[in-house]
């Protein structure tokens, strides 16, 4: 009896230190996505070098693509684009860039200034395709499989952790499926 | 005459707001009123303590007109938020479905209670069992006592 009196309170305590740890490392600003294991929302926008050139998310079936969602107003883009730069430069994997609610002519600005990893970058100037995708912070990144599948999304700035322990194993993978 | 003046020129600014305002199409108040209480019950994911009726995030404004947009286009308040859902997650909700992710959610509160009235019960129980025992081991009272008592008594009363 005495035991449990002890017993009881020192484990609703324990529990609770044990949700609190787990919640000190949790970022509340992750929402998973709905979308990873459905088919990528499909997009038909202008590509940003060649405005007249409407890209769509069909031209990329049958390969491994990342969608980074990008726009020159954005602070953190800057932190994770040297990242992307490198990774463009391994030709692991294309990157599509979704210029998400900026102006062109700011768009390729940015683009000339901090270099250009993007194999080529849509247009979202509304944001309207970002709403498809879920996104609600930029930046953030997909990657779609080969038969145009989101299988993972990173919230915020890709980090070079995430890229090496992460991202790129598991476009590995699915380039090898 | 300063104060005629200044009061044909109130008129006048009356006037002229009340034209411009009746140029305006109506607004439709059940329609705004809906969409106020759609709004309400949504998140805003940016500005997350916010619903996306209060908050003046860029995003919010967007999700905003989006949902305005399909409203006008006649989709029920459901299939808004089935919309949004497919898009954000449950998180959109601040009311959020049944399921079993979120059942620690909607009867942990229930579980604690639970628990709370356990306890209760327990103390409460022990309390009851440690007066009957004290009554049937050792009694209170030595029975001498009250025999003494209750001559004293008799002895106040008669005499």
Known sequence: MKALRWGIPLAIFAVLVGFLFVGLYRDPREVPSPLVGKPAPAFSLADLREPGRKVATSDFKGQVWLLNVWASWCVSCRVEHPLLVELAKAKAVPIVGLNYKDKDADGLAWLAQHGDPYTLSVVDADGRVGIDWGVYGVPETFVVDKAGVIRYKHIGPVTAEALQQTILPLVRKLQQS | ????????????????????????????????????????????????????????????????????????????????????????????????????????????????????VAVWLAIVRRRRGAGVSAGADEPAVAPDASERARKMLDETSSG
């Open chain 2, 1 to 116: 005459m300063r104060t005629l003046a200044r009061l044909a020129l109130a008129l006048a600014f009356a006037f002229a707001a009340g034209a411009s305002l009746a140029q305006q199409p109506a607004p439709d108040l059940e329609f705004e009123g809906r969409l106020k209480r759609l709004e309400a019950d949504l998140r805003c994911l940016v500005c997350q303590n916010q619903t996306l009726a209060d908050s003046n995030a860029p995003l919010a404004e967007d999700l905003r007109r989006e949902v305005r947009a399909l409203a006008l286009s006649g989709k029920s308040d459901a299939e808004i938020r089935t919309f949004l859902v497919a898009r954000y997650g449950d998180f959109v909700l601040y009311d959020p479905p049944v399921k079993e992710s979120t059942w620690l959610l909607w009867f942990g509160p229930f579980l604690l209670l639970g628990g709370g």
